[in-house]
């Protein structure tokens, strides 16, 4: 079937969904419906309170679901708990926004309310048909808890907020088939076009074999499983929230899910429930054979290239046709207890959604926080040539500190003294718990220590190492959250991971976006970033100072360090 042919039957298909039956499948829940999450609740603690990043003034939230734009306005659901801060009872929040950081939120899209989704409904994604009709695809937990894809279409196409959605009764769409594990197939993933079929993948796994099952659909409506999967990698455990999508080898611009071509290389990122991090590969993509095939250049699995190696997870992208860039949205949870998230009456947050593209080495990615986040910058504060000598540190004034944007450039003069890399230290975050900011180095340690104490009882480091190999010099990059807090009972871990620069020109660049509970840091452009949850006692509100430092023998310079403060969102969730 050639595309418009596609189209005239899919508009005819959407008649008929639209129009019979709408009212009969979308249950009131007035209690769900009335939420506006429109002010914080008076019990709510506000000390490690987020100022611009997403979250919703109180309660639980978890992953990002079905990103996308329509109409000029840019739509985020997510998994959210409206009767309390710790998991369940999740709904399909939503928010729209005109710039990705001031959002207003509307009344949920989704919750259980039909036997395909009584029990549940879980991540997705969104699509965008012909006739530029987005569709919801999701899973559900039916009354046996098999895990489920259904769909749900916008009642309403000419409403830009999409403020209603039906869940019509042909659903579910796609069931576990014989001999899979019905308890694990989930979070159905942006379909794509490609030779007269619709494509998508469901995470699943079979043993400890990880899955990516690939459906293939003509008409949207009726879905066939794929022989094989699109791929699969042993020991790896479940896939949680695949995400699969195309990438320019020679531009820096995003493309449609659907584009395939000579020019193009594909991604697949899956969320590994076992490690609860989010890992990605670059390869091929046979449309052929409907096979993937990651490039040798990294590994598949465990060890290899991560979104973030800090707390990231549960990750979604999509193709914003508007400014013609891939948008990656990741959800970052707690490092604290739930009794904790409980008494201060809200978990969870979305980090700042980041531009994303092909490295020119190809093979990584780049990620970037969005442009329109440097609309909330104020107070610009400067250094420049600033020489920090071994055990010096330069504390950066006037700006607020726990609250600030701040992109540096460090100058090495000399990589001479750079410590022997062992092969061994194949993990990055063991190296850097080994390694940390106060253990002298040659060449490094070096960074930021952010969220600190006027005399450093806690602290949060950011900061490089450089090694020396054999033949290149090897970049350890470090978010220590182990001094973050003194605080009993977290989670305070030394996240890292290296990072794939060439030293040439003896330069390091950091970006560091700091907001009182979170440190979110971009590493030599965006090549490696880590973020960090952490719940200073002392290191609060005006009490938080910003120093960069360094604790290497060799001398590094501040050639430039442009620091602001960040304001909140004109309408923050509201």
Same mark, same amino acid.
């Given at each position: 079937?050639?595309?418009?042919?596609?189209?005239?039957?899919?508009?005819?298909?959407?008649?008929?969904?639209?129009?019979?039956?709408?009212?009969?499948?979308?249950?009131?829940?007035?209690?769900?419906?009335?939420?506006?999450?429109?002010?914080?609740?008076?019990?709510?603690?506000?000390?490690?309170?987020?100022?611009?990043?997403?979250?919703?003034?109180?309660?639980?939230?978890?992953?990002?679901?079905?990103?996308?734009?329509?109409?000029?306005?840019?739509?985020?659901?997510?998994?959210?708990?409206?009767?309390?801060?710790?998991?369940?009872?999740?709904?399909?929040?939503?928010?729209?926004?005109?710039?990705?950081?001031?959002?207003?939120?509307?009344?949920?899209?989704?919750?259980?309310?039909?036997?395909?989704?009584?029990?549940?409904?879980?991540?997705?994604?969104?699509?965008?048909?012909?006739?530029?009709?987005?569709?919801?695809?999701?899973?559900?937990?039916?009354?046996?808890?098999?895990?489920?894809?259904?769909?749900?279409?916008?009642?309403?196409?000419?409403?830009?907020?999409?403020?209603?959605?039906?869940?019509?009764?042909?659903?579910?769409?796609?069931?576990?088939?014989?001999?899979?594990?019905?308890?694990?197939?989930?979070?159905?993933?942006?379909?794509?076009?490609?030779?007269?079929?619709?494509?998508?993948?469901?995470?699943?796994?079979?043993?400890?074999?990880?899955?990516?099952?690939?459906?293939?659909?003509?008409?949207?409506?009726?879905?066939?499983?794929?022989?094989?999967?699109?791929?699969?990698?042993?020991?790896?455990?479940?896939?949680?929230?695949?995400?699969?999508?195309?990438?320019?080898?020679?531009?820096?611009?995003?493309?449609?899910?659907?584009?395939?071509?000579?020019?193009?290389?594909?991604?697949?990122?899956?969320?590994?429930?076992?490690?609860?991090?989010?890992?990605?590969?670059?390869?091929?993509?046979?449309?052929?054979?409907?096979?993937?095939?990651?490039?040798?250049?990294?590994?598949?699995?465990?060890?290899?290239?991560?979104?973030?190696?800090?707390?990231?997870?549960?990750?979604?992208?999509?193709?914003?046709?508007?400014?013609?860039?891939?948008?990656?949205?990741?959800?970052?949870?707690?490092?604290?207890?739930?009794?904790?998230?409980?008494?201060?009456?809200?978990?969870?947050?979305?980090?700042?959604?980041?531009?994303?593209?092909?490295?020119?080495?190809?093979?990584?990615?780049?990620?970037?926080?969005?442009?329109?986040?440097?609309?909330?910058?104020?107070?610009?504060?400067?250094?420049?040539?600033?020489?920090?000598?071994?055990?010096?540190?330069?504390?950066? *004034?006037?700006?607020? !500190? +726990?609250?600030? /944007? %701040?992109?540096?450039?460090?100058?090495?003069? &000399? $990589?001479?003294?750079?410590?022997?890399?062992?092969?061994?230290?194949?993990?990055?975050?063991?190296?850097?718990?080994?390694?940390?900011?106060?253990?002298?180095?040659?060449?490094?340690?070096?960074?930021?220590?952010?969220?600190?104490?006027?005399?450093?009882?806690?602290?949060?480091?950011?900061?490089?190492?450089?090694?020396?190999?054999?033949?290149?010099?090897?970049?350890?990059?470090?978010?220590?959250?182990?001094?973050?807090?003194?605080?009993?009972?977290?989670? *305070?871990?030394?996240? !890292? +991971?290296?990072? /794939? %620069?060439?030293?040439?020109?003896?330069?390091? &660049? $950091?970006?560091?976006?700091?907001?009182?509970?979170?440190?979110?840091?971009?590493?030599?452009?965006?090549?490696?970033?880590?973020?960090?949850?952490?719940?200073?006692?002392?290191?609060?509100?005006?009490?938080?100072?910003?120093?960069?430092?360094?604790?290497?023998?060799?001398?590094?310079?501040?050639?430039?360090?442009?620091?602001?403060?960040?304001?909140?969102?004109?309408?923050?969730?509201?």
């Amino acid at each position: 079937m050639v595309v418009g042919e596609f189209f005239s039957v899919f508009v005819l298909c959407c008649i008929l969904l639209f129009n019979i039956g709408a009212e009969g499948s979308h249950k009131v829940y007035p209690h769900f419906q009335s939420l506006k999450l429109a002010e914080t609740s008076a019990n709510v603690k506000e000390v490690h309170r987020t100022g611009f990043h997403f979250q919703p003034p109180e309660n639980w939230i978890n992953d990002p679901n079905g990103p996308m734009i329509y109409k000029g306005l840019y739509h985020l659901f997510y998994q959210y708990n409206p009767k309390g801060a710790v998991w369940g009872n999740i709904v399909w929040a939503h928010s729209v926004s005109k710039d990705l950081i001031n959002w207003e939120a509307i009344e949920p899209a989704i919750w259980p309310s039909k036997p395909f989704d009584i029990n549940g409904c879980w991540s997705g994604s969104v699509t965008i048909l012909p006739g530029n009709r987005p569709v919801i695809l999701y899973t559900g937990l039916d009354p046996q808890k098999r895990q489920v894809q259904n769909y749900a279409i916008p009642k309403n196409l000419s409403d830009p907020y999409l403020r209603e959605w039906i869940k019509p009764d042909n659903n579910p769409l796609v069931v576990p088939g014989k001999g899979m594990n019905a308890t694990a197939f989930r979070d159905p993933t942006t379909a794509w076009w490609v030779d007269g079929h619709w494509k998508m993948l469901v995470g699943t796994k079979r043993k400890h074999r990880g899955m990516a099952v690939l459906y293939r659909s003509r008409d949207f409506m009726k879905w066939t499983k794929a022989q094989h999967p699109l791929h699969s990698k042993e020991h790896t455990g479940m896939w949680e929230c695949p995400d699969f999508f195309p990438v320019s080898l020679h531009s820096d611009n995003g493309l449609d899910t659907s584009v395939i071509g000579e020019n193009v290389k594909h991604v697949l990122k899956v969320s590994l429930d076992l490690t609860r991090y989010d890992y990605y590969t670059v390869g091929t993509y046979d449309k052929n054979k409907d096979r993937y095939i990651p490039d040798n250049t990294s590994v598949d699995g465990w060890g290899g290239l991560r979104y973030d190696y800090g707390n990231f997870y549960a990750s979604k992208s999509f193709f914003d046709d508007v400014k013609n860039r891939r948008i990656l949205w990741g959800w970052a949870n707690e490092s604290d207890t739930a009794a904790h998230d409980v008494e201060k009456g809200w978990a969870g947050i979305q980090l700042i959604p980041r531009t994303v593209w092909l490295d020119s080495s190809r093979k990584q990615l780049v990620q970037w926080p969005v442009k329109e986040l440097e609309t909330l910058r104020w107070n610009n504060v400067q250094l420049s040539n600033q020489k920090l000598t071994k055990g010096n540190k330069v504390e950066i *004034k006037g700006i607020t !500190a +726990g609250q600030a /944007d %701040v992109e540096v450039t460090f100058k090495i003069p &000399s $990589l001479e003294k750079a410590e022997p890399f062992d092969p061994s230290w194949v993990n990055a975050q063991e190296l850097c718990a080994q390694k940390g900011s106060h253990v002298q180095g040659g060449v490094g340690p070096f960074g930021l220590l952010t969220l600190a104490s006027k005399n450093l009882e806690e602290y949060t480091p950011v900061f490089f190492r450089v090694f020396k190999s054999k033949d290149k010099h090897v970049v350890l990059m470090c978010s220590d959250a182990r001094s973050s807090s003194l605080k009993q009972g977290l989670y *305070k871990p030394s996240f !890292a +991971g290296f990072v /794939d %620069v060439d030293l040439a020109d003896g330069k390091l &660049s $950091l970006r560091s976006l700091i907001d009182h509970s979170v440190v979110e840091s971009f590493g030599a452009g965006g090549k490696t970033c880590i973020s960090s949850r952490v719940y200073p006692i002392l290191a609060v509100m005006k009490d938080a100072h910003l120093f960069a430092f360094n604790n290497g023998s060799e001398s590094v310079t501040i050639e430039k360090l442009n620091a602001w403060n960040m304001v909140k969102p004109k309408q923050m969730n509201n």
